[in-house]
């Protein structure tokens, strides 16, 4: 091409338009600007704190930002943004509506109280004078190295987790609320990479902590792959990524079609493989049946606060955005999506209760007994009924706790190789701990859906949305797959109080208040819910209705 061609491409282009600037509503989008900005100012701690003081600053860095973010959202949950004043705001990027405000306040106090049990520094005996927490002494050095053993003897710590743990929870306040795909996307990501890393700063067994952290991030990986190639496949279909604008073209009302996608736009084939491809992704960061395999594995590996931490928020936040996918978005495709989710929930519940009968390890134990809640809340979410919204809301918010409380139990048994998770090791812990094996076996309860415990309360109310949902066969056999994952609870509980303390047995280490605190604070919510679930079933009720 001459000169010439090209300088008239040049001068006759025609002249650019302004391009708007965004408006971005800061008010409704302050618990997530609070703890993304936190995030930030501990990577600035990290650079430009010392070591000594890195630890406290960092700690109250987090819990202030925490704190701050829960108290903004019950700010705008008492401004109206979750019944009257719901709106999209970040154009069109996040829903700010009662589903949004409940998840978020849930994420950000079991976030809290779980940053306590990363911050315990009381139960491994001192190495070389310092106190030790949870995580290794130098992350990026070789495990069994000189390198580590000169760290340890230094008595570094690895104080990231705390920033870490700041954008891991950003993303889960965004997942849930995320009004688009692009967002849902990002949001997946933004939490998903800190807990790829959180997963491999184990300071006993490091060698397994980063297994599990390899095995995680590569079928997390698989999973974003999905997810990214169903948005794709979305897109083509729709023309667009927003909720509404994809749930406008399902239903058949949208008017005017791009030109540029006149073919592929309407072609079911594409929402179907789509749908089912993000479905997919969602469902492994849930941890349902066929997508568990990761769980077991890296619920064993990961440093025990960090599991408690995932299990709880992680699942939270997934279902957060599930129901919003399911309810928003694919309204239309009830017909199609129903009988899918109908095998995932069923199959879920029976192979965790029953792979859980076999495990002799307390963290495997409790990562299928996750596994079979993840089926008995699908449950809830396939009743496709205003209840089934508020009980979903309802049983995450009563789990999480209990789950956070149950892994910061585990962090107290120890024995000379750190936690002794292996259930022979738990024989007789009543006799010798009362208080703790009493309060992990309230936790158990809880599990197990006995009540006067919040399981209870949560089991109950997806059930019954299940029920009235016209859900019914598989109520019963979510009531079956409870009654055999009662046994393996009830199994630990025998253990503990019935069976005769080993003499080598492990030592119940006297935690910090810090640890205390998420024990207590676990205790108290499960006992509340399972005496008092009305005002918070109400509270969930009233949070159960997605802007559109």
């Excluded at 306590?116 to 990026?140: I, K, M, W, Y």
């Excluded at 939490?191 to 397994?208: D, G, H, Q, V």
């Excluded at 949208?254 to 469902?283: F, K, S």
């Excluded at 960090?306 to 936040?317: E, L, R, S, Y």
Aim: hydrophobic share 55%.
């Amino acid at each position: 091409m001459s000169a010439s061609a090209v300088h008239s491409l040049w001068t006759t282009a025609a002249p650019i338009e302004k391009i708007d600037a965004p408006t971005i509503e800061y008010a409704q989008l302050l618990p997530t600007l609070i703890v993304i900005g936190a995030a930030v100012v501990g990577i600035v701690v990290e650079a430009f704190v010392g070591r000594k003081a890195r630890y406290y600053v960092q700690m109250f860095v987090t819990v202030v930002a925490l704190v701050a973010a829960f108290a903004a959202v019950i700010g705008l949950a008492a401004g109206g943004h979750a019944s009257t004043e719901a709106q999209i705001v970040a154009m069109g990027a996040i829903a700010v509506d009662g589903p949004a405000l409940f998840l978020q306040g849930t994420i950000l106090l079991t976030g809290l109280v779980a940053v306590f049990t990363f911050a315990e520094r009381r139960l491994d005996p001192q190495a070389h004078g310092n106190q030790v927490d949870s995580f290794t002494a130098q992350a990026a050095s070789v495990p069994g190295s000189d390198g580590e053993k000169a760290a340890i003897k230094a008595g570094f710590t690895t104080t990231e987790v705390f920033p870490l743990a700041l954008f891991a929870i950003g993303g889960m306040l965004v997942f849930p609320a995320a009004n688009d795909l692009l967002t849902l996307f990002i949001a997946l990501e933004v939490f998903s990479l800190p807990l790829y890393l959180l997963c491999a700063l184990a300071r006993r067994k490091r060698l397994m902590s980063q297994e599990a952290a390899v095995k995680y991030f590569l079928l997390g990986a698989f999973s974003s792959a999905f997810l990214l190639f169903g948005i794709a496949l979305v897109y083509g279909y729709a023309g667009t990524v927003s909720y509404a604008g994809i749930a406008d073209v399902v239903d058949g009302t949208v008017q005017n079609i791009d030109p540029a996608l006149a073919d592929t736009m309407g072609n079911d084939a594409l929402l179907l493989v789509g749908g089912a491809m993000i479905l997919m992704g969602l469902l492994f960061k849930v941890g349902a049946v066929p997508f568990h395999m990761w769980t077991p594995d890296v619920y064993q590996g990961a440093p025990t606060p960090v599991t408690g931490f995932m299990a709880a928020a992680t699942k939270v936040a997934a279902f957060g955005a599930l129901l919003r996918l399911l309810y928003v978005v694919l309204p239309g495709l009830r017909w199609d999506w129903r009988p899918v989710m109908w095998g995932v929930a069923i199959v879920t519940m029976l192979l965790g209760a029953i792979v859980a009968i076999t495990q002799t390890d307390i963290k495997r134990l409790l990562a299928y007994s996750s596994i079979a809640h993840a089926g008995f809340i699908l449950a809830g979410v396939i009743a496709a009924t205003p209840d089934g919204i508020s009980s979903v809301l309802f049983y995450l918010g009563a789990y999480s706790f209990v789950t956070v409380g149950a892994f910061a139990v585990v962090t107290l048994v120890r024995d000379a190789g750190g936690e002794a998770t292996h259930l022979s090791k738990w024989a007789g812990l009543g006799r010798r701990s009362p208080l703790v094996a009493a309060v992990f076996a309230v936790f158990l309860l809880a599990f197990a859906g006995i009540p006067l415990t919040s399981g209870f309360s949560g089991k109950f109310a997806v059930f019954k949305a299940a029920a009235e949902g016209g859900a019914g066969a598989l109520v019963v056999i979510g009531v079956i797959s409870s009654a055999i994952a009662a046994f393996f609870y009830i199994r630990v509980i025998v253990l503990m109080f019935f069976s005769e303390p080993k003499p080598e047995g492990p030592t119940v280490a006297v935690p910090s208040p810090l640890t205390m605190t998420a024990i207590g604070v676990g205790v108290a919510v499960t006992l509340v819910l399972g005496v008092a679930p009305q005002y918070f079933l109400d509270l969930a009720g009233q949070a159960g209705v997605f802007v559109r």
